[in-house]
């Protein structure tokens, strides 16, 4: 399959290197000759223009960080408007579903939303969450590229739905890491120090991933300070549309401030 990568960047990089080792031919945009060097090092065909990374592919990943990059490269950069009618988009961007339903309806293509939960390790590992959201036919027809590096790929219904269940996943990781801070907290009035509680409660009852990666970081503040950006974007966008909505997190608005403020 001829796949079109946008994003090669800490996330993109291991999953383009995925896509490579499955036998697809991979066109990666890359700005800088520094970019397209580490491309094509890792086997795919490095191009400059957009248009390019469009041209014959059957299925085209987008993998920037923000809303506002995501509309860039669709609508401002045109990249919608070279793609050829009928192909395929995935978007792994955290967004928010109104980005996903503009771009939608900005052109004749497939269109499918897997936001990813994990890490650049997992990535080269095979081994991100993929929450997708799309019609089950374009699911179906870009399923083999997202599982070059995507287990499990959980199909979680129809266009946009991909999104809301990665921006509630997010609103409880931020959370969980409110909690830790509340229980980091007391802790240190009841005189444990927090290296002592990182270290016994991921094997107690209160055990969570969470947790385990908090306590490989050595602490609640460094590991907000590693995640904290992509957390608080995602945190805004979640409030966001709950705004818009008329309502508010409830209860886990008061934790995800507890993490903000660490």
Do not use: W
Request: proline share 4%; charged share 15%.
């Amino acid at each position: 399959m001829t796949v079109g990568f946008i994003g090669a960047g800490r996330m993109g990089r291991p999953m383009v290197g995925r896509l490579v080792d499955a036998g697809h031919d991979v066109r990666v945009l890359g700005r800088s000759a520094e970019t397209r060097s580490a491309i094509t090092q890792l086997g795919a065909q490095a191009v400059a223009d957009p248009a390019e990374v469009t041209a014959t592919a059957d299925v085209v990943v987008i993998c920037v960080l923000t809303d506002e990059q995501l509309l860039q490269v669709c609508l401002d950069g045109g990249l919608l408007s070279t793609m050829t009618p009928g192909s395929a988009l995935v978007v792994h961007t955290t967004a928010s579903p109104r980005t996903i339903e503009t771009i939608a309806a900005s052109a004749d293509i497939e269109l499918v939303d897997a936001p990813v939960s994990g890490g650049p390790h997992n990535a080269a590992a095979g081994a991100l969450t993929l929450f997708v959201g799309g019609a089950d036919e374009a699911v179906a027809r870009v399923r083999p590229v997202l599982s070059c590096y995507g287990d499990p790929v959980m199909h979680v219904g129809p266009l946009g739905a991909g999104q809301k269940v990665k921006l509630v996943n997010n609103a409880l990781f931020a959370a969980h890491i409110g909690l830790l801070s509340g229980a980091v907290g007391l802790g240190a009035r009841l005189g444990v120090p927090e290296s002592t509680l990182l270290a016994a409660l991921p094997h107690g009852s209160a055990a969570s991933r969470v947790l385990d990666m908090v306590a490989s970081g050595g602490s609640v503040s460094s590991f907000v300070e590693t995640a904290g950006e992509f957390v608080g974007k995602d945190i805004a966008v979640v409030r966001s549309i709950a705004a818009d909505l008329g309502d508010d997190l409830g209860v886990l608005d008061v934790v995800i401030d507890a993490a903000v403020k660490v």
